[in-house]
């Protein structure tokens, strides 16, 4: 078990390099099992879940090395053999290696992803696009989904909802279908998504529309080697926007193509935050309020996909909003269960009522009580050391595996900024 202790900063003050982008990241190392040869990947964040999924492609015979922060996959010889269901749980994102490997071999045979318990994560609509490409799905008894075939023609279709997963397995099953035209609708149109097709163009694919609602795929016979550079991690850059916020301060945070979501930006202007952003970095600025100060007014989140406020950044803003709002409300429309912060936030004092599955409502208080909490999940853990920045005392905040999963180092990246944090490892 490992978990973080931290006390309160007066403000936070520093400069520190933002790493890859998690997200984009898992995908596209999973899209290097559709060249036979070797993919490079420049600023690859070192992260668990980075390191679960390049087992996950050792599993399958391909050969992963990480050369500082580059990670070089060799897939010249991928031989599909049987995952085992316990890898595959560990992250969400192994569902994307249907996708490749329907792509690559024609025939997968895969368990359920697992992932953060933050809702059902079904994967309904993946099945139903590899069903529209042509291929046959089937999902067993013991927890396995089979699918094979191959793309006989061209193909339209209308997602019901816009998936980040179900968008890139479209993507990732289409892009070999040699000289088929597949056009999706309604797909998601987070950066991940522009990341993984850039990526994937690089490699010698044609896709268009990534980014847009609707993306088209003609399908080419086989990729070539590449070298991709991940852009930097906007939800991370998000969490640091969160905690200047919080804290108040100056921090610079530098790295490759930076950027924070607008609508989360709204919500920090209106929070006191100021922010310059330069091609290689940007600042953030905010006065570090008097204790007792709140914000006057309603400070609103409605989570929804890209360009809607990130669901990502949710529980990072329930927390800043906890001592710093007058009045919140939090709802969350992407996952069915992720209002689990609230709980612990609670336990540190937070005023916050959890009115429904995805409605909760918040009340500021002058005061937050360090105390021993526990991460729910990977971006809660993330809330919980933000709270900690705000708080009376002490705060450990145990489970920090969940952190660990996205977020490089937080330890590092607190202490350059001043903060006296120590991760523990029991
Ligand atoms: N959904 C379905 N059926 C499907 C697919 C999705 O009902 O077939 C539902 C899900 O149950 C969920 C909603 O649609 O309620 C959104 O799911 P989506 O597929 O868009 O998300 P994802 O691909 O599972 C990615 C990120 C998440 C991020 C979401 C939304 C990765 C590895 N994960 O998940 O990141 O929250 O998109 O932006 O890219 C995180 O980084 O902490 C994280 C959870």
Do not use: W
């Not at 980075?50 to 050369?67: A, N, P």
């Not at 969490?239 to 607008?262: E, K, M, N, Q």
């Not at 429309?333 to 995805?358: H, Y």
């Amino acid at each position: 078990m490992s978990y973080f202790q931290l006390t309160r900063p007066n403000g936070l003050y520093g400069e520190i390099e933002l790493q890859g982008s998690k997200n984009a990241a898992l995908p596209m190392i999973a899209a290097a099992v559709l060249c036979k040869g070797v993919t490079v990947l420049d600023n690859c964040p070192d992260i668990s879940d980075v390191r679960e999924m390049t087992g996950l492609l050792e599993s399958i015979g391909c050969t992963c090395r990480r050369e500082k922060k580059s990670l070089v996959i060799d897939a010249s010889e991928t031989d599909y053999a049987d995952i085992p269901a316990a890898d595959v749980k560990k992250l969400r994102s192994s569902v994307v290696l249907l996708g490749v490997l329907l792509g690559r071999m024609g025939s997968v045979r895969l368990s359920y992803p697992g992932g953060c318990k933050i809702g059902n994560r079904k994967i309904d609509i993946h099945l139903e696009i590899f069903r529209e490409l042509g291929y046959e799905t089937e999902e067993h008894d013991d927890e396995r989904i089979t699918a094979s075939g191959r793309i006989h023609g061209d193909c339209h279709m209308i997602l019901r909802y816009a998936s980040v997963g179900a968008t890139e397995n479209g993507i990732l099953a289409s892009v070999l279908s040699d000289g088929y035209i597949v056009i999706l609708e309604n797909v998601a149109r987070e950066p991940e998504i522009v990341e993984l097709c850039n990526m994937l163009n690089g490699m010698g694919a044609d896709i268009t529309g990534a980014g847009s609602s609707r993306i088209m795929i003609k399908g080419v016979k086989e990729l070539h080697e590449s070298r991709y550079t991940i852009g930097s991690d906007r939800i991370v850059a998000g969490t640091f926007a969160a905690a200047a916020v919080a804290a108040g301060g100056r921090i610079v945070l530098r790295g490759v193509r930076p950027h924070i979501d607008s609508e989360v930006m709204m919500l920090c202007a209106r929070m006191g935050l100021k922010y310059t952003c330069q091609e290689d970095y940007m600042t953030l600025e905010a006065r570090v309020l008097p204790e007792h100060h709140m914000y006057a007014g309603d400070f609103i989140i409605s989570t929804a996909p890209y360009p809607g406020f990130p669901t990502d950044m949710q529980s990072q803003f329930m927390a800043v909003m906890s001592k710093k709002a007058e009045t919140g409300i939090v709802v969350e429309n992407v996952f069915e269960n992720r209002l689990n912060t609230a709980d612990m936030l609670k336990k540190m004092g937070a005023d916050i009522q959890v009115v429904s599955e995805r409605v909760a409502l918040i009340n500021g208080v002058s005061r937050l009580t360090g105390c021993r909490v526990s991460a729910p999940d990977l971006r809660g853990g993330a809330a919980l050391v933000i709270a900690g920045l705000v708080a009376d005392g002490e705060t450990i905040v145990e489970d920090a595996e969940y952190i660990e999963r996205g977020y490089e180092n937080l330890e590092r990246d607190f202490r350059e900024l001043g903060v006296n944090i120590k991760m523990r490892r029991t």
